[in-house]
């Protein structure tokens, strides 16, 4: 299972700071992806960049901001954030955007915004 | 839009026996993926199963299979043999083209 890593596994921040989410890929993947689970919801996907370039953004706030720098790396910039963006943040990879194209996730990183 | 429903917050089962999680979905879309992901209390989660909705087949894998009533847009896992590395988080998942919705989750405990 190290496929896909995140880094921090665990984050706490307070609403002023800046913080930065980490996902790296092993393996050979052009497309990622940033997923939101929260207790109880489901799984809510934020972004997805195919060969650097964003391709979707579900009405996300900007205070959230990404970064896809190449293929295997992808950045989630924090500022300003409130209590309620709580949650696990999960990143993911796949092969392309198709649907048959298998979806591999890290192990998230548990942020919790004081 | 695209809706996933898991019914059932949380299921148990004894190893061994069978146990059956429900999703159903809603969707004016004629193409579209249904997956179903297991996530271990380690938190990474994986690809169980995958169905195609234009194959009226269910597909399965070893010990897990679907039901998959396109009809009905009820599409349910089968875990046969429970065992206790099964224990896990399972959502049920919905792809049309770009657009992936999941369902809140079953939380399944495999017993001793």
């Known amino acids: 299972e190290t496929g896909v890593t995140q880094t921090p596994r665990h984050l706490v921040m307070g609403m002023t700071n800046k913080k930065s989410l980490k996902c790296e890929q092993h393996l050979g993947h052009n497309a990622m992806y940033w997923y939101k689970q929260s207790a109880k919801k489901p799984l809510e996907l934020m972004f997805v960049y195919n060969f650097k370039e964003q391709t979707e953004n579900n009405s996300v706030p900007s205070r959230f901001s990404p970064e896809c720098p190449n293929s295997s790396h992808l950045f989630l910039h924090l500022h300003t954030l409130q209590p309620e963006d709580s949650a696990l943040y999960l990143c993911?990879?796949?092969?392309?955007?198709?649907?048959?194209?298998?979806?591999?996730f890290g192990p998230g990183t548990r942020l919790t915004v004081l | 839009a695209q809706t996933v429903t898991q019914s059932q917050p949380e299921m148990s089962v004894q190893e061994a026996e069978t146990v059956t999680l429900s999703c159903t979905y809603d969707?004016?879309?004629?193409?579209?993926?249904l997956f179903w992901y297991k996530q271990p209390p380690s938190r990474q989660m994986i690809l169980v199963i995958r169905q195609e909705a234009y194959k009226q087949q269910n597909a399965t894998e070893n010990r897990f299979s679907v039901n998959f009533q396109k009809a009905a847009k009820s599409f349910s896992l089968k875990i046969s043999d429970s065992q206790l590395g099964d224990t896990a988080m399972y959502f049920c998942?919905?792809?049309?083209?770009?657009?992936?919705?999941f369902g809140a989750g079953t939380r399944l405990t495999v017993k001793p």
């Open positions: 998942a919905f792809r049309a083209g770009n657009d992936m919705r």
């Open positions: 993911a990879s796949s092969q392309g955007l198709g649907p048959t194209d298998t979806q591999y």
């Open positions: 969707t004016s879309e004629s193409n579209y993926y």
